[in-house]
């Protein structure tokens, strides 16, 4: 199993070490535009090797990707993070083109690699290489709400006074600081709703923290977080990897599902060797709904900003 991620930055080189954390792929090849940076980050992450007990092989280019050549997974991490009082869509600028011109390299040496879209505004940035590439739609997989479902279990295993391994919950729409819809009506402890435990405003509380959970960090990091975001892609990576059919929410194309089309957006999917399996369609209430085309509206009009010439 061949892994590619591009940019060595601080989201990538995290990913790549929880990737050969977990010890399920035989090589991984980070690539960065930066000269000697991603065969640097390649070498100090292999004198862990010995201490961590991975048997991954790490290695570093820049910019070459036949190195990348048959890759089954990439992942994409490359183009600029934001800093303290920025949007995710204010990235769209710079990052759209470094996202179109890396997914055409991968693809040219990879033709039937998975892609995991990372660099933000993500769901914008998984749409374009939905637009501008010919892979098939389940081969492009949006990363935010595993991240962003890891962080509301982290905020609700606060209020719930627990460990966060007590707690489940999930985050789908849009991941941006206003279109995460936190799903706190079916979050529970232990299968037990969190309602159960914590008041009504407690609960918002809980939401609204995961929403902006993102631009919290980093305000206080005075950069975006990576310890958490390469957790999360690492999951994903190793979910298509072992084939492990696992759900979460990622970002995917919809064509009808939840009464939406022509975007990526955060949905429930399955991951399984053929990347995205199926979307699985839950039963939203009413409330949730309109969250979800708040959140849908949010993410065409980021979308609108994209030139989508092949
Ligand atoms: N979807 C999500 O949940 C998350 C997304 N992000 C996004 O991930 C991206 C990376 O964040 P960080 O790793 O913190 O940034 P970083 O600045 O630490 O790393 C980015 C790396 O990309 C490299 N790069 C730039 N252009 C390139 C190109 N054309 N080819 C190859 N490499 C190139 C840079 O040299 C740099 O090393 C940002 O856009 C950030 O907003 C970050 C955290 C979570
Ligand atoms: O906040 C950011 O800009 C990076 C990101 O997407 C996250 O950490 O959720």
């Known amino acids: 199993m061949k892994v590619t991620i591009v940019g060595a930055g601080a989201v990538g080189a995290s990913c790549a070490e929880y990737v050969a954390i977990k010890n399920f792929a035989s090589e991984v090849v980070l690539v960065d535009i930066k000269e000697d ?18 048997d ?67 769901d914008t940035m998984t749409y374009l290489v939905h637009k501008t590439t010919n892979l098939p739609k389940n081969k492009i997989i949006g990363m935010g709400g595993a991240l962003d479902s890891a962080r509301f279990k982290y905020r609700l295993s606060e209020a719930l006074e627990c460990p966060a391994s007590d707690v ?43 929403k902006v959970g993102g631009a919290t960090l980093t305000k206080m990091l005075g950069t975006s977080a990576w310890y958490a975001p390469g957790a999360a892609v690492s999951s994903l990576v190793q979910a298509i990897a072992c084939d492990q059919k696992k759900m979460f929410p990622c970002s995917a194309l919809l ?18 060797k053929n990347g995205i399996e199926k979307i699985v369609e ?29």
């Open 37 to 54: 940076y991603a065969e640097g980050k390649a070498m100090d992450l292999m004198q862990t090797a010995s201490l961590m007990g991975f």
């Open 56 to 122: 991954t092989k790490i290695t570093g280019a820049t910019n070459d990707y036949s190195k990348t050549a048959n890759s089954d997974i990439a992942v994409i991490t490359s183009g600029i993070p934001r800093k303290p009082g920025m949007t995710r869509e204010e990235l769209i600028g710079i990052n759209a083109d470094i996202v179109k011109s890396v997914s055409s390299s991968l693809i040219e040496h990879s033709p039937n690699v998975t892609i995991i879209v990372v660099s933000n505004p993500m």
């Open 168 to 210: 489940e919950g999930m985050v789908i729409g849009g991941h941006s600081d206003t279109g995460m819809v936190p799903l706190s009506r079916l979050a529970t402890r232990n299968s037990v709703p969190v309602s159960k435990f914590l008041s009504e405003d407690r609960i918002n509380q809980v939401a609204e923290d995961t």
């Open 255 to 272: 064509e009808g599902e939840y009464g939406l089309n022509d975007l990526c957006i955060g949905v429930p999917v399955i991951l399984g």
């Open 282 to 310: 839950i039963d939203l209430d009413e409330a949730e709904k309109a969250k979800m085309k708040e959140s849908s509206e949010g993410v065409k009009k980021t979308n609108g900003l994209l030139d989508l010439k092949k």
